[in-house]
């Protein structure tokens, strides 16, 4: 009788410890289950890209805007003298920006070839009066368009024989060769799918709302 009652023991205990483990390992499952439905990783990744995205979209526009953006290249005016081929044979927008921590020093003759005869230097006063602090963009331009079968490259090729004292067409962004060491000026581009003046006009407005107005100290017009 009394084996009979200790067996019976045993076997009430054996029986609880097993039906426990099920529990504990039912309750890992549905926990396991439940974490993975509260917060599924996409749904987490997606969001923090989507916060990056607005706060790329808030920012001010300057260098590290334009590479946030996808624009490529900058490369110094003096290197791209001697290597413009790497520049993209397509339409889009680029841009001048100063050195880090570069300080404009202005000349009475730069360097800007006399298209028609016509001078493109200006009296310092007027460069003093365009140039816009608390940036490091100085021009913002375009190649190509619905009215251009310009590209990035052939449009640059242009503007840089302009700041070598060629008699080249490239009125616009001249400012830029009455700067001082403009060798030391960087340029980046992006080719664009959208029309390249539109994008443009888009930019230059950018910076005139966070600029009182102004628009980059080489652009003479929106």
Partial sequence: MIWFIVIAVVVIVFYAIVSRGTSIKSVEDE????????????????TINDKLQDGIKGSNMDSQMLKQHGFEGFVTIGKLKSDPNQIPTKQGVYAVLLPENGKPAFLETGTGG???DKNPNVPIAELKANWVDNTDIIYIGKAGGSSSKATL???????????????????GGRYIWQLANSDNLIICWKPTKQDARDVESEMIEQFKREHNGCRPFANLKD
């Fill in 114 to 116: 006399f298209f028609k």
């Fill in 153 to 171: 490259q052939s449009r640059l090729i242009q503007y840089l024989k302009f700041g070598m004292g060629m008699k080249i067409g490239h009125w």
């Fill in 31 to 46: 926990y396991d289950s439940n974490e993975e439905e509260a917060i599924p990783l996409s749904i987490t990744v997606t």
